[in-house]
């Protein structure tokens, strides 16, 4: 057993030591011993993080391909490398080995290759969760393709901003996707965007749902016509240490969402050094990620992580309500699945149901439980140890970020202590610190600030994709020479961490992160509507929801309220996809603002939380005014 996997918390302490005093031999000697390299680094870390400028293995070259599934072949090959449990219940599981899913994977690849796709090519995949989605990562990794994944939920303008932004010059999508009871027509919305997408060469469609769809001429190409003809032999394209990866998107407090772009290397040796930590995954562990391929946490934790430390890992087309709101236990139960990776909002929902949906499954396989994507509240945490895990498996609570590609903050499970609502401490490798409001760091220890990292970790984002000088702005301007993270945290006296949400104007909606001004730029486009400001408010089950301040222009202002709101929320709903409809519309007749003419989004964010005694001075205000009336006039969801 490697010494980098930490077994107790003494080992953790040591690691961590050496992790912060030689991060260079700590880094190299664990990439040397843990991977294959098809040439080794001239140096492990260069770095200069006011730039920012950061290099990980400069010099080495590899395909994180071969490290996810060739090296596994002689010793386990006919390991399970991936259970597809399908959305309908009645839909056989396929237990995917990893000789299939180098075949699988090599053919993928050569069917990019007939199409033209060469190193660095940008590809796009909306596509269900299905293998096919992960096969087509690989492939795209294992040929050099860079690929950007968009999750399947989101609409056709979302897709097209995404295609545009990267220039991707193949879509890979399915005729539709399964969800629960649904079908979402991701070839329709696919030809939708595309009609804004000048640099799309091919469609790839992938048959699931079997339903009609219309074929363009000469673009559009079914999936198994191609597939079924390749090799299941492809030669990996030799990859530089920092040649981009992927492309993932992430909101941002400005309208466009930001293309984050992880490379090659650093990528790789850090979701496997985290998956391995956090999860103490073992050799015959089933690994179960609820995520969907399409968020970072699929990426790093269903994907790249678990296959590079050769595990099974689990991948469920469906949604946990479907049939029934016991689906994740049936799933546990039939896959006797040990390690368990969710996000608090299902949890939040699934505590809310009849027991008996839990009771009736045998959940005695978990071993181990783990959150991600939202601070997690103490009665979820504690409905989660105690229904799920019976008090016998450790949670880790994980904080990390589409930014920084793997775990930060956690726990390591059974060996740190675990405490309700805290992530706890930095992984090895990391380190964390805090923040005041005048750029100083925080020494003590018992302390709330703003969270930031001060020194480079290998699985770190490199750039915005395209906007190098935004990168700059939104992470690394704050507090120069740090990365700064977006969220508040406190720190107790023994160095754990407890995030308390975002400080900027992201807000995370059942585990999604939301950019409040690409909501408003939609509103903004309504024709009722002269001004709209868009806050997160507290929600019992998705952590958070969206409340939306509107102006109306003159025109408007007697016309149907019920009916206008309805249509605003519609009009959300259709252009950036349901998750992002807010929840609530209230009409003022003026939002606060500063006397630049900022919105004082502040004091709207109490008045969306029901916290109407704090405003603080707000004499300075404009338009003080307007403030009672919206106080007066704040709607409750239930309403
Ligand atoms: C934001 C990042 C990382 C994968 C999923 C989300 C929040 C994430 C936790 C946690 C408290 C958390 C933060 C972070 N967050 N995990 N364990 N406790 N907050 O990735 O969409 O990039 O969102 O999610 O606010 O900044 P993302």
Not at 204 to 213: A, E, F
Not at 277 to 298: L, S
Not at 307 to 333: C, H, I, K, N
Not at 361 to 381: C, F, Q, R, Y
Request: hydrophobic share 35%.
């Amino acid at each position: 057993m490697s010494r980098f996997f930490a077994r107790s918390f003494e080992d953790y302490k040591s690691l961590y030591q050496e992790s912060t005093n030689t991060p260079e031999t700590f880094w190299g000697e664990f990439a040397k011993e843990s991977f294959s390299w098809i040439k080794p680094w001239d140096s492990v870390l260069e770095h200069d993080l006011k730039k920012p400028q950061v290099s990980w293995f400069a010099g080495a070259q590899l395909n994180i391909t071969e490290n996810c599934i060739d090296r596994h072949l002689e010793k386990d090959g006919n390991k399970t490398a991936i259970i597809f449990e399908p959305n309908a219940v009645d839909e056989k599981a396929k237990y995917i080995t990893y000789a299939e899913l180098s075949v699988a994977v090599n053919k993928t690849a050569n069917l990019l290759k007939s199409l033209g796709v060469k190193k660095g090519d940008r590809i796009c995949l909306y596509m269900p969760m299905v293998p096919e989605l992960a096969y087509a990562v690989l492939a795209c990794a294992r040929i050099g393709a860079i690929h950007s994944v968009v999750f399947a939920g989101f609409s056709a303008k979302s897709l097209a901003d995404r295609i545009n932004d990267a220039a991707c010059k193949l879509v890979l999508t399915a005729d539709g996707g399964y969800r629960g009871s649904k079908i979402t027509p991701l070839k329709a919305i696919t030809d939708d965007a595309l009609t804004q997408c000048p640099t799309i060469e091919h469609v790839v469609v992938l048959k699931r749902t079997n339903q009609k769809v219309s074929m363009l001429e000469g673009r559009d190409i079914w999936w198994h016509d191609l597939y079924d003809q390749q090799s299941g032999n492809c030669p990996v394209e030799v990859m530089d240490a920092e040649d981009p990866l992927f492309i993932l998107y992430t909101s941002g407090s400005t309208g466009q969402p930001k293309g984050m772009v992880h490379t090659c290397a650093g990528y790789m040796v850090y979701t496997n050094f985290s998956f391995r930590n956090v999860f103490q995954y073992q050799p015959n562990d089933v690994y179960w990620c609820t995520a969907d391929i399409g968020w970072i946490t699929g990426h790093s934790y269903i994907v790249y992580g678990p296959l590079s430390a050769g595990a099974t890992t689990v991948m469920f087309e469906g949604v946990p309500s479907y049939p029934d709101m016991g689906r994740f236990w049936q799933v546990v139960e039939k896959h006797k699945v040990n390690i368990l990776y969710t996000a608090p909002t299902a949890i939040r929902a699934l505590a809310k149901c009849d027991l008996s949906l839990v009771t009736q499954h045998d959940l005695s396989s978990l071993k181990t439980l783990g959150t991600v994507g939202e601070p997690i509240n103490k009665e979820a945490w504690e409905w989660y140890d105690q229904n799920i895990g019976k008090s016998q498996c450790p949670i880790v609570d994980t904080w990390w970020q589409t930014e920084t590609g793997g775990i930060l903050i956690s726990p390591l499970s059974g060996i740190t202590e675990t405490i309700p609502t805290f992530a706890t401490l930095p992984l090895p490798g990391v380190q964390p610190c805090l923040m005041d409001d005048n750029g100083n760091e925080i020494d003590e220890q018992n302390a709330e600030g703003k969270l930031c990292i001060k020194f480079p970790w290998p699985s770190m984002a490199r750039t915005i994709y395209g906007n190098h000088k935004r990168f700059k702005e939104t992470y690394y301007s704050a507090f120069p020479g740090l990365y700064f993270t977006g969220d508040g945290a406190k720190r107790d006296q023994n160095g754990n961490y407890r995030i308390t949400g975002r400080v900027d104007d992201v807000v995370i909606v059942s585990g999604h992160n939301l950019g409040t001004a690409e909501i408003e730029n939609i509103i903004d486009e309504h024709e009722a509507v002269t001004e709209a400001a868009v806050v997160g408010y507290p929600h019992d089950i998705k952590g958070n929801s969206i409340y939306a301040f509107v102006t109306l222009s003159d025109a408007h202002q007697t016309k149907d309220a019920k009916a206008l709101e309805q249509n605003i929320k519609q009009l959300v709903s259709n252009t950036l996809g349901p998750i992002s409809k807010p929840e609530i519309i209230q009409f003022c007749s003026g939002l606060p603002k500063t006397r630049s003419g900022k919105i004082m989004r502040r004091i709207l964010r109490k008045v969306a939380a029901n916290e109407l005694d704090a405003f603080g001075d707000i004499s300075t205000l404009l338009n003080p005014e307007c403030v009672q009336e919206i106080v007066d006039n704040r709607k409750n969801e239930m309403r």
